[in-house]
């Protein structure tokens, strides 16, 4: 029994240095991404306040500082704008945090199937 919980704990403990430091690389790589993405965006409006108080409903998605519908008045929230920029930023964040689920679900596999 000790041995074996030595010997998860030990592998464990390998993992999760592995995954720390794909994590410092990722987050390099996404700063990296960031810094293009201003470069590459100008900032022209992409969505306004009607289209992101739709995207606020979805589900897992959420619009900081959005407010709610407001009685169907589009102009409660006519100045209210996502540019370019905002959606790309938008989009690599997600992409970071979708890699971020990939890398502890592989580290998850890995534990469970290292031989014992």
């Known amino acids: 029994g000790s041995v074996r919980l030595y010997q998860a704990q030990q592998r464990g403990d390998v ?3 592995r995954l720390l430091a794909e994590r410092r690389t990722a987050a390099a790589q996404q700063e ?3 810094d293009a993405l201003k470069e ?3 900032g022209r409006v ?3 306040g009607a ?3 739709v995207l606020d409903q979805s589900p897992g998605l959420r619009v900081a500082g959005m407010p709610g519908a407001a009685g169907g ?3 409660a929230d006519a100045g209210r704008v996502a540019t370019d920029t905002h959606v790309a930023g938008w989009a690599q964040r997600a992409g970071g945090e979708y890699a971020e689920c990939v ?3 592989h580290a998850l596999i890995d534990f469970h199937e290292t031989p014992q």
Do not use: F, Q, S
Request: proline share 0%.
């Open 32 to 34: 990296k991404l960031e």
């Open 103 to 105: 890398r502890r679900y």
């Open 46 to 48: 992409c969505l306004r």
């Open 40 to 42: 590459a965006t100008d």
């Open 51 to 53: 289209a992101l108080r």
């Open 73 to 75: 008045a589009d102009g």
């Open 15 to 17: 993992l999760t240095r």
